[in-house]
C-alpha cells in the first residue's frame, strides 16, 4: 500500500504563495508543523506566519507514493528549490533520510549530492535485504559484493 505523499509548506504573505518548506509524510504529518512549536528555521517561520494573522498554505503535493518514490521526490525538489544555507527559498536543514546535512567547508558540494547519495544508500539496502531473504541458507558479504557488483576500482 502507498500511504506516502510529498507536501510543501507555502508562505501567504507573498503573491504566489512560495514553498519554505518540503517534506514527506503519512496521516497527519503535513499539518503536525502548524500545530507544535519548534526553534528550527521552519518553527520559527510557522510562528512568524501565525502571530501575523495568517495561515501557512500545506499543500499536497504527490499521494499515494511508496517511502522509496516519496523520499526520491522529497530529496529532487529540496535540490531544485535549494535551501536558505545555499541561497535558496527552503527552511529544510535535514536531508530526506534524517542525517542532519553538515559538510566541511573546504569540501565543494553540488546541489542535490547528500540526497542522491542518502537515496541510493536506501535502496542499496533494500537490495541487500531483498537478496539475504532470497537466499534463505545465507550469504556472505563477498557474496553480496559481487553479486551486486558492488566491487570498487
Known amino acids: 500500500m502507498n500511504s506516502y505523499y510529498v507536501y510543501a509548506l507555502k508562505d501567504p504573505r507573498t503573491s504566489p504563495a512560495k514553498p519554505f518548506y518540503i517534506g514527506k ?6 499539518w ?3 500545530t507544535r512549536d519548534d526553534n528550527t528555521r521552519k518553527g520559527r517561520r510557522v510562528a512568524s506566519i ?7 498554505i500545506t499543500t499536497v503535493l504527490v499521494a499515494d507514493l ?4 516519496a ?20 527552511t529544510n536543514a535535514v ?3 534524517g542525517v542532519l546535512s553538515k559538510a566541511k567547508k573546504e569540501i565543494v558540494i553540488p546541489s542535490g549530492v547528500q540526497e542522491r547519495a542518502q537515496l541510493g544508500l536506501s535502496m542499496l539496502k533494500e537490495s541487500v535485504l531483498e537478496l539475504a531473504k532470497s537466499n534463505p541458507k ?13 566491487q570498487s576500482d
Open 138 to 150: 545465507g550469504v556472505t558479504n563477498s557474496d553480496v559484493t559481487k553479486s551486486l557488483g558492488l
Open 25 to 30: 509524510g503519512t496521516g497527519t504529518r503535513a
Open 71 to 90: 523520499m526520491k521526490l522529497e530529496a529532487e525538489l529540496i535540490s531544485a528549490f535549494g535551501t536558505e544555507e545555499t541561497g535558496g527559498l527552503l
Open 95 to 97: 536531508v530526506p533520510t
Open 66 to 69: 511508496s517511502e522509496i518514490q
Open 32 to 34: 503536525d508543523h502548524t
Open 50 to 56: 501565525q502571530n501575523g494573522g495568517h495561515e501557512v
